[in-house]
């Protein structure tokens, strides 16, 4: 059974941090890419960052240079190192296995004063 576990999300003042972590089980970890995407309130859910086996990372424009994908195979864990957090930024972020179908229920991020 494939699951994936988020954690991590919160309220943050602009300008301040986060650190998402998504803990990936019934898989072989490894072997696959890994995304993080986000649903801001009232939009469409969106792809923010990819990480290949390799690993090689991608980014969505609107974090790029903000925000950080990671993974530890040996933890089945794959992280989200957000800096420089904006109030767009506020989100449901969620973890999905490439180009598997498996979601988990994410976490909240809101990013406000």
């Not at 903000?66 to 420089?84: C, G, P, W």
Request: proline share 5%; net charge positive; hydrophobic share 35%.
């Amino acid at each position: 059974q494939v699951q994936l576990v988020e954690s991590g999300g919160g309220l943050v003042l602009p300008g301040g941090s986060l650190r998402l972590s998504c803990v990936v089980s019934g898989i072989i970890f490894y072997r696959y890419d890994l995304e993080w995407h986000r649903q801001p309130p009232g939009k469409e859910r969106e792809l923010v960052a990819r990480i290949t086996t390799d690993p090689s990372t991608t980014y969505a424009d609107s974090v790029k240079g903000r925000f950080i994908i990671s993974r530890d195979n040996a933890k089945n864990t794959v992280y989200l190192q957000m800096n420089s957090l904006k109030p767009e930024d506020t989100a449901l972020y969620y973890c999905k296995i490439f180009p598997l179908n498996y979601w988990g229920k994410g976490t909240l991020v809101t990013v406000s004063s």
